[in-house]
């Protein structure tokens, strides 16, 4: 049976002596830990990013890690308790592109920084030292050795003897996601596009589910993995006692100090993240701060004990969580099932199925103010413009005549909040481009796991409308985009495109039909933003032509326009 710390008294009803939530009658607070047993597992990849691989076998001591990362109120006690200083050089900064925002350094701190609304979230904007010293002094205040764990014994706990995507099973469609950790979702969607005009629309999207909360929240809100370790996915990243290494060295060669690297890795990823495979992993600069990076803790002694304080903590949370759940913002559902319906000759109606919110109180319509803006991503509003405003009652809306692409969305709108942007309901009419000719990105009749982009005009460069795509390590998905063309007369042409990507090699490749044209090649020491390198056979007539890319490892690619001459 597990044992209460004797340092701090029990009273004699056998309730914990401890003062109100604001602080506790203890000057530290131990961590409630678990119990990990020995054993081995498969670590790393050897698909995707040459960083997570090779993929190798590895034997684990049995230790002991947080149930939490460690919060604010734990670290809390350790800078009230030593005097210990952290420079507020913390940068919170989310803007429309997120976290690219202006290059100079931040004034958030531990303590203050935009995220911050309870004492349970996990402590953030604090560097790996600083960690490392809270885990020192906690260890002589509770009599006990804490450290950070390693990314072995971070990985292996992760994945709790599973085998699956992810601890809680492979979940392909990301709908369970929501249960188990803080991710990108409706919310993680929603309060951006309200707070900073940010959107996760044509960036790496966003899990259709609700976890409730749109950036870091108390630690412990969602299930735990069998292991019983909350947060280990989602909520923030955080920092682990391993040098970070461009690929693992699994010829058994003593890893190297961490107190002589400057880089060290972080695991678990965070609240601007969707789930990752458990072997992902990252970098992070010792001496500089991050929002959004945290840590747990790790321990040597695998123990019954139990801290009198841990219990004390344990308790309090539970009542902040509880407190959570009752009083956090519940955004209305968006509204589904939009269609265009034609009533008359060239006379047409917007259709929706009634919300079963009682709260809403009157639905919006938003049309599109561009012929592309359904290829668009980023915030809808850059995009949409509101038409009409209808009461609740009614789930249809009459529309004058339409014109090519055009679009419509529908918000449901309460007292307190707005929607999501339903569906699109689209007007279609393609546009068939000529060849020879020039077809810009914008003109796509379709597009599949890709969305555009929009650059404003500036000084001395044009308007910019093209494809981009930011393709993560574990990322296998293809990107296809279709488009209408005439070609005037069979034969060779000289294929010109404009494009960017940070890898060499195949591109994209390019069909007509089902019949594989090319594969197109980029270098960026020939190529930069225009490659003017391959020719490719066209048949005359009618035909639908796709691109299709898929990339293996990180990068980053654009694509504004393909051009094609007749060859000589």
Known sequence: MATINPKIKVNLIGTLLF??????????????????SEGSFTMGSNVGNK???PAH???ISAFQLAKYHVTVREFKKFVNDTGYEIPATCNDYIGENWMNGPDVEGTASWKDNKH??????????????DAVNYANWLSNKAGKSYRLPTEQEWEYATKANTTSRFFWGDDP???QACQYGNFPDNYGEYFPN?????????????????????????VGMYRANPFGLYDMLGNISEMVASC????????????KNIDKCDMVVHRGFGWHSPPKPHYEKWRIDRNIPFDGVGFRLASNMVIDDIDATSIAFEK?????????????PIIPDTPSHVYLKSVVSKQYELHWSPSKDNRVVAYDIYRSTTDYAHHMGKYFKNYYSKVASVTKTQSSFKLDSLTANTSFRVVAVTDEFISLPSNIALFDSPSVQKIPGKIEAKYATQLHGVLLEKREAKKDKQERIYLSKLIQGHDQNTVIAKFKVNVEESGFYQLNYSGYSTRSGTLFKLWSGNKLLSDIDYDPNIDDKSSNRHQVYLEMGLHDLQFSIQREGFDWWELDWLEFRKAN
């Open 194 to 218: 309200q707070q900073y005009g940010a959107s996760y629309v044509g960036f790496w999207g966003y899990l259709k589910c609700n976890d409730y909360e749109p950036y870091t929240t108390l």
């Open 173 to 175: 469609d990301l709908t």
């Open 51 to 53: 960083r997570v691989g």
């Open 19 to 36: 003062l109100s939530s604001n602080s506790f009658a203890a000057d530290y607070i131990a961590p409630p830990m678990v119990n990990i």
């Open 316 to 328: 309090q949370l539970i009542e902040a969580q509880k407190h959570r759940r009752l009083t956090r």
């Open 244 to 255: 970070w290494v461009e690929q693992y060295d699994v010829s058994g060669a003593k890893p």
């Open 116 to 129: 911050l609304f309870s004492e349970f979230q996990p402590v953030t904007c604090i560097r790996y030292d």
């Open 57 to 59: 076998e590895v034997k």
